[in-house]
């Protein structure tokens, strides 16, 4: 409906029109397979189908261990040299990426990559390591499907390059961030930024959108009911599969004793018992497993992507702040400099010094302006596209839930049925 | 038969000289029933509709004075007092058919507890209870009355009857061994009331030991029971723990005979305080444990295998109850956490909500909060309502609806019940088993003391012809192993036959108790399946709702 429209009509420029969004939101079709909450969308309305596959440990058990993963990469975007590509990286690379697409995209909602390990490299689990792989697949294609995101230069370094050239790249990275003086600005920022931190951008509200901030406040509070949420199927996820073991060892123990009591009607039927109730112990596990990936896995992501939206709120108060801060530095420089032309007896080069300065600062606040305006007008389009998005996926989930839950009752509801006796006596 | 005076009761001599015999007796826990104290304890309440689903028989439509009871601490104590533990377990259909009037009698509630202080200030208070009866039979003087006893008559009556009932497979009676504290605590009180109850129905239950005499006895003789003229009648001589210590030194010496009359060794050691003879048998079982084994009858050599079969079901059954109880604390926990995370949709629904109101519904964000908000509130109720279909939660006890289905763990329980009743009966089993092997070693014993003795005679006829003119003082004593002998013998035979007496007994028990596990086993079964189908259909239906609300929505958003 309006998010385009809107986008268009903004002022100031964006690289190129973006595509439309019907991109972002879930078709049902695609959403066949259960709670994928990663843009499966139909082939026509995406440009990307990226996966990532094919763990493979290296250096094992040293201090220089890493995980490399397979990126295949299929592609109808023209800008891509190749319509398919397969590469290797790293999460470090995966760390990266999103590093860059931060900085150059600010006030964009990131996708959200998943935790740095706090375990040590060499203890991380198999499952783990899956469980990860999912996640760096959902944030590939959630970025190509990104209307602001999917033509950055670094995605297509990333999924392009082949190992050699992108270690080069890295290596030269690093070097020239080493190199970089931290400009004034800069420096600024990374201060406005602590800043916001500590003060929550309070005092920067006078100058804010009054509707952005019943917004933002909205999104603050949202993070602490999803992890709740989050919790809550996690614990889900454990108990269906206790549940599982229970059954496990109920049916064994029925079948127990059906060997001891021997008489052929009785002991059939404690056999009967035991085959479905370990039939229905291996739903219950398979439903735990099912519920820990399509359901558990992305809430978590939910609150991820929750969080990064927290760091783009973040980032914009620290903008407006540095804003702020340049100005008053500006008012500061230009009131100097009236003072010493109204004064006698000051000296050429210090009121030229001061011209300088004055010119500097006014150069500063102009770019703090621009930067700032940016992210705003960046936000208006993300901010919806943000909330559309959650909602979608969000109800999507819950109504796959819902619909699982029907489905495993009904399974159990039939399963145990076998064992009622019918009316003619004798469930045999 | 006046009901419950407020009596003051002077302790007889014999009640404590009883009481102290109580130290040589061996109490064997029963599984079963720690596992009913265990779960009985704190579940909420259920109704009596319960009594219907088991299908009871008709002899327990008899009344139930029951004034303390609308709040319920229902356990399984009275979900299924009624005798359905040992009816289930011992072939209902052997039990009816023996009544010549139809409906039989059901001796009911220890219902009122009084205190009474007690005389000569040596301990204190303690609880009588009122046993209550109402029955059809001929051979009561009354239909409808009520007697006062106290937990030691309980205990009487128990021992009573593995004396008088060898072989039976006897109903286990509630624990003895509790902490003082404990013992005034209301809810002790009422546990115990409870058990107190249900094992007068598996008494009455049984086919032989419901109709015997000393069953009647305890229901209807005179308080106090221990001093009733009805009741030492039936009670053969006792002799305690402290006299057999006495007599040992006059046996061993020679002053006193060794040799157990014939009516005492048709009882085992444990009564008749025969101290020695109970060494002699404790001796001889050991030997024949470790040395010379003796022969065996088939019949004997069969139960004895059928005494391992039964611990072999003791274990299965101990671990199925185990596992059954697992089961049921693994559906409670599941359905808990439904209801949690049902209450943190709910939560974050009404969260959705309120930002909604706030931001305005018609922004992206209040658009998007709504749809989340109404999600969140349809899945987070239906979890919570699952919940509740689930388990038993504190809210739901609450507000119990008197008709309502029970939650399914509740329900899972009772259906699996058998396994922990059919539990509680294998220790009568066994020690019924065991008795009738320490019949046959009385048996063996005198048999060994006659062949010693028939050596003793031989050996002194030898020597006595050796000497020329025979020996008079050989004479007597050969004459008095004679006497001897002949006392033996007759001992012997009553031994024996006593033995064969517990042997039938056992025969005839093992076919009623596997008639009875084979029907609850079946119920148990059939009931368990359809307990679990009508849980999950109900789960079923509850979810497909919350999932149509979503169908719903998107009908009408076209």
């Not at chain 1, 935790?115 to 991380?124: D, G, L, P, R, T």
């Not at chain 1, 008489?263 to 039927?269: A, E, G």
């Amino acid at each position: 409906m309006f998010p385009s429209s809107r986008g268009a009509s903004a002022s100031g420029q964006h690289e190129e029109p973006p595509p439309p969004y019907e991109s972002v939101v879930m078709s049902d079709a695609g959403m066949s397979t259960m709670g994928r909450n990663a843009p499966q969308e139909d082939a026509q309305n995406s440009s990307f189908d990226i996966q990532v596959k094919d763990p493979i440990k290296h250096g094992e058990n040293s201090l220089s261990a890493y995980v490399s993963y397979k990126v295949c990469t299929k592609t109808s975007l023209q800008q891509y040299q190749q319509r398919q590509s397969e590469v290797l990286r790293r999460f470090k690379d995966f760390a990266w990426l999103r590093h860059q697409l931060q900085e150059q995209n600010r006030g964009i909602v990131i996708p959200a990559l998943p935790e740095k390990s706090v375990v040590q490299k060499y203890q991380m689990t198999n499952e783990f390591i899956a469980q990860r792989q999912r996640a760096l697949t959902i944030f590939l294609n959630r970025v190509a499907v990104h209307p602001a995101l999917q033509h950055s230069r670094d995605l297509q370094n990333f999924l392009e390059m082949d190992e050699n050239n992108w270690a080069l790249e890295m290596a030269r990275g690093s070097q020239e961030a080493a190199r970089r003086k931290p400009g004034a600005f800069q420096f600024l920022r990374d201060f406005g930024q602590s800043t916001a931190n500590i003060m929550a951008g309070k005092t920067a509200d006078e100058e804010e959108d009054p509707d952005y901030i019943k917004v933002r406040e909205s999104i603050v509070q949202l993070e602490t009911h999803l992890a709740e949420i989050h919790r809550q199927a996690s614990r889900l996820v454990k108990k269906q599969a206790e549940h599982g073991v229970s059954l496990e060892e109920f049916s064994a123990s029925m079948a127990a004793l059906g060997k001891c009591e021997k008489q052929p009607p009785l002991s059939m039927q404690f056999e009967r018992v035991a085959e479905w109730a370990g039939k229905l112990a291996k739903l219950s596990k398979e439903q735990a497993d099912a519920l820990s990936l399509s359901f558990e896995e992305p809430l978590k992501e939910c609150v991820r992507t929750v969080r990064s939206a927290k760091k783009v709120i973040a980032d914009r108060s620290s903008a407006l702040l540095v804003l702020q801060q340049a100005k008053m530095d500006l008012d500061a420089k230009r009131t100097r400099s009236s003072r010493l032309r109204s004064s006698v007896g000051v000296r050429e080069d210090r009121i030229a010094e001061n011209e300088r300065e004055t010119k500097e600062a006014q150069g500063r606040q102009e770019a703090a302006k621009v930067a700032y305006e940016t992210i705003c007008r960046r936000m208006n389009e993300e901010l919806s596209r943000f909330q559309q998005q959650r909602a979608q996926e969000t109800s999507q989930l819950l109504y796959l839930f819902a619909k699982s839950q029907a489905q495993l009752a009904n399974d159990n509801a039939h399963m145990w049925a076998q064992l009622v006796p019918t009316a003619n006596g004798g469930a045999h | 038969m006046e009901p419950t005076k407020a009596d003051t009761d002077p302790l007889s001599s014999l009640a404590f000289a009883s009481s102290l015999e109580d130290e040589l007796e061996e109490e064997v826990p029963l599984q079963g029933e720690t596992q009913h104290a265990r779960t009985s304890q704190g579940q909420a309440a259920s109704s009596h509709q319960q009594d219907d689903y088991f299908g009871l028989p008709p002899h327990r439509s008899a009344q139930h004075e029951e004034p303390s009871r609308d709040h319920a601490v229902a356990s399984y104590g009275q979900l299924l007092s009624g005798g359905s533990t040992w009816n289930s377990g011992f072939g209902r259909s052997q039990v009816e058919p023996h009544e010549p009037m139809g409906s039989q009698h059901v001796p009911t509630d220890p219902v009122q507890r009084e205190e009474n202080g007690m005389l000569p200030g040596v301990m204190g208070k303690y609880m009588s209870y009122s046993v209550r009866t109402k029955t059809n039979r001929p051979n009561f003087r009354q239909q409808d009355f009520a007697v006062r006893r106290r937990f030691r008559d309980f205990v009487a009556l128990h021992d009573l009857l593995k004396s008088t009932h060898r072989g039976f497979f006897i109903p286990p009676r509630p624990e003895k061994n509790t902490m003082e504290g404990q013992r005034a605590q209301p809810e002790f009180i009422e546990l115990r009331r409870m058990a107190l109850q249900r094992y007068l129905h598996q008494l009455a239950a049984h086919p032989v030991i419901g109709l015997s005499e000393v069953f009647r006895a305890f229901l209807e003789a005179d308080e106090p029971l221990l001093s009733s003229l009805q009741w030492t009648q039936l009670t053969p001589v006792q002799h305690t723990f402290m006299e057999g210590m006495a007599r040992l030194p006059r046996q061993l010496l020679g002053s006193e005979s060794a040799i157990p009359n014939p009516s005492d060794a048709a009882r085992s050691t444990r009564h008749t305080g025969d101290l020695l003879r109970r060494f002699k048998e404790l001796r001889l079982d050991v030997r024949q444990e470790y040395q010379e084994q003796p022969a065996l009858t088939q019949a004997e050599i069969d139960l004895r295998n059928e005494r391992m079969l039964v611990e072999e079901l003791q274990e299965k059954l101990a671990n199925a109850s185990r596992k059954a109880e697992k089961l049921v604390s693994s559906m409670e926990d599941l359905g808990n956490v439904f209801g949690d995370l049902g209450l943190s949709l709910i939560q974050t629904g009404l969260y959705e909500a309120a930002t909604a109101d706030q931001v305005g519904q018609y922004s992206d964000t209040g658009a998007a909060a709504k749809i989340i908000a109404a999600d969140c509130k349809r899945v987070g109720q239906a979890a919570v309502n699952g919940r509740r279909l689930a388990t038993t939660g504190a809210q739901a006890a609450a507000k119990a609806v008197p008709n309502a289905t029970p939650p399914a763990t509740i329900q899972t329980s009772m259906a699996l019940s058998p396994l922990h009743d059919q539990l509680g009966i294998v220790p009568a089993v066994l020690k019924a088993l065991k008795e009738r092997e320490v019949a046959l070693l009385t048996v063996h014993s005198l048999q060994r003391d006659m062949v010693m003795k028939q050596r003793a005679r031989q050996s002194l006829v030898d020597d006595g012809q050796k000497v020329f003119g025979g020996d008079k003082g050989k004479e007597r004593k050969v004459q008095g192993l004679q006497n001897d002998m002949a006392t033996l013998e007759q001992s012997t035979s009553a031994a024996e036959q006593e033995y064969d007496k517990v042997m039938d007994r056992n025969h005839q028990e093992l076919v009623r108790w596997k008639a009875g596990r084979a029907e609850a086993f079946t119920t148990m079964l059939d009931n368990i399946a359809k307990v679990e189908v009508g849980y999950h259909e109900r789960m079923h239906k509850l979810w497909e709702i919350a999932a149509s609300g979503f169908d719903d929505r998107r009908k009408q958003a076209g």
